[in-house]
């Protein structure tokens, strides 16, 4: 079946350093894409999000970058910090799916020493 | 504004027992959407209702239903409960469905079956 998946589970940084996780998705129809964040105990946090007319976004700090060539979405963290430690996953819905139906990665756990 | 509630936080049921889990979506949100989260298979969608109709269903069996009521607060059920359906439920509210609608997530519910 169709799947969004992340190429690494896990990624440990430095404080102060920039982060990329990245994710490859497989349904070429997909229209909308989003990361969220997963800390212990709690439910996943919007983070960014982008639509497919779209190359990049940036935030506060975060960047998502969107590569429909290669069906590839990426995530920068600048200057990360500990705070930053946690779950990342990336969702896809597309045209096909009614609704909001999100199809999530399995998700890369970030960690950040000081 | 307060955010996605889900009661309870955490339930232990014995298998062949059913369950109950409830979600009262941000106010003005209108689309709920449940998730199954485990180590193994991470987040999947199980069913997603709107202006209490559901309007997408994951692939889930039978025993995993839900409902959505006038106010859109949302409730799903499980019934005999198999070992294999100890999880994390997540609850997500969204203004409206449709695809490239953001979608904010609970805290979960924590259901552990013994």
């Known amino acids: 079946g169709e799947s969004v998946g992340l190429h690494l589970p896990t990624l440990s940084v430095q404080e102060g350093d920039n982060s990329i996780i990245n994710c490859a998705y497989s349904n070429s129809a997909s229209d909308y894409f989003i990361w969220y964040k997963q800390e212990s105990g709690k439910g996943p946090q919007f983070i960014i999000d982008i639509r497919s007319n779209m190359d990049k976004r940036q935030g506060q700090r975060v960047t998502v970058l969107l590569n429909k060539t290669v069906k590839h979405l990426s995530l920068q963290i600048a200057a990360t910090q500990p705070g930053d430690s946690a779950v990342y996953f990336c969702a896809e819905t597309g045209p096909n799916q009614a609704g909001t139906a999100l199809i999530f990665g399995k998700g890369t756990t970030l960690s950040v020493s000081s | 504004k307060a955010g996605v509630t889900q009661t309870p936080r955490y339930l232990i049921k014995t298998r062949g027992q059913q369950v109950t889990l409830s979600c009262s979506p941000i106010?003005?949100?209108?689309?709920v959407s449940w998730y199954q989260q485990t180590p193994g298979q991470g987040l999947q969608f199980l069913f997603e209702y709107f202006s209490e109709t559901q309007r997408n269903k994951g692939n889930f069996p039978g025993r995993f239903s839900g409902r959505q009521f006038s106010n859109s607060r949302s409730e799903m059920n499980v019934s005999t409960l198999e070992l294999g359906d100890s999880a994390l439920y997540l609850c997500a509210s969204s203004l409206n469905p449709g695809g490239a609608t953001e979608a904010f997530f609970g805290q979960g519910t924590r259901l552990t079956v013994v």
């Open positions: 106010s003005g949100h209108r689309s």
